[in-house]
């Protein structure tokens, strides 16, 4: 039986106090690929590097970063840039972008050999419904993102619940939601009803992401945030205050300071 994200937390895989959640990508990238492009486009080797970099860092959950996925797809493909931008109406390049069968296929296929290859629960991340509209919205035409409000970021949250529904026959743990980003007014996560449907429906935690704390759907349980600080310092800088820890590792961080400053969160 798969371990619930509550469950995890109280008792860490890890033998920390705490449990810890670290997004290391970009350093990973910087130290382990040595500044090569991540290999997206070929799942064994994307599961191999981050088996290698979780092997040395020992996040608690394995955080499959598809917001990055995205943006590197649409960023080397033309014919889906424009497909996008075929229409001006808000929430169509987002919708366009999540039917895209192609993409899909390929980012289904990366998430299963990623959850088969993983010694940890994986988690996926993507952005929150309101940030993914704001970063799709100038395929629209338009790179203002000051009109989109909680109408928009709902609808653009039924598009993601249904391109969800493609990773139900994986061992997901949580899906998080990565509200950081744009300029773009904040919406609860509450908002974001059609996606929590479909997290319940699965049994997968559903999770928002801010600058300085992470929140859970339905639980009082909250994370907080590891400063950037902390991957710098000899000692003496102290962790937050929360039920678990969430940190993202500089990409400019030096390797020996990183390997020693994860033995103090312990």
């Known amino acids: ?26 350093y990973a990238q910087s130290v382990f690929l040595q500044g090569k492009p991540v290999p997206w486009q070929e799942p064994m080797a994307f599961a191999n590097f981050f088996g290698q970099v979780q092997g040395v860092l020992k996040s608690d ?28 109406r808000t929430g169509y390049a987002l919708r366009t972008l999540l039917g895209d069968a192609e993409t899909t296929a390929h980012v289904i296929e990366l998430a299963t050999l990623f959850s088969q290859t993983q010694r940890v629960p994986v988690v996926l991340q993507i952005p929150s419904p309101m940030q993914w509209l704001a970063l799709t919205h100038p395929f629209s035409g338009s790179n203002d993102v000051s009109g989109l409000d909680a109408d928009n970021a709902e609808n653009a949250s039924m598009y993601v619940a249904d391109w969800l529904r493609g990773f139900a026959a994986l061992p997901l743990i949580a899906v998080l939601l990565d509200d950081r980003g744009p300029a773009v007014g904040g919406v609860p996560l509450s908002t974001y009803s059609p996606v929590a449907n479909v997290t319940d429906h699965y049994r997968w935690a559903l999770g928002q992401r801010h600058d300085d704390h992470v929140e859970l759907h339905g639980s009082q349980l909250s994370g907080a945030v590891i400063s950037a600080e ?30 020693s400053r994860i033995t103090a969160l312990d």
């Open 1 to 26: 039986m798969t371990v619930s994200l509550n469950e995890l937390l109280a008792e860490p895989t890890s033998g920390r106090r705490r449990a810890v959640v670290l997004d290391s990508h970009d």
């Open 61 to 88: 959950l394995a955080l499959l970063s598809l917001d990055r996925f995205y943006a590197q797809r649409v960023a080397a493909d033309p014919a889906l840039q424009a497909a996008m931008g075929a229409k001006t």
């Open 230 to 259: 902390f991957w710098s310092s000899d000692s003496g800088t102290l962790l937050p205050d929360g039920d678990f820890l969430v940190g993202e590792v500089p990409r400019q961080a030096v390797p020996e300071q990183v390997l």
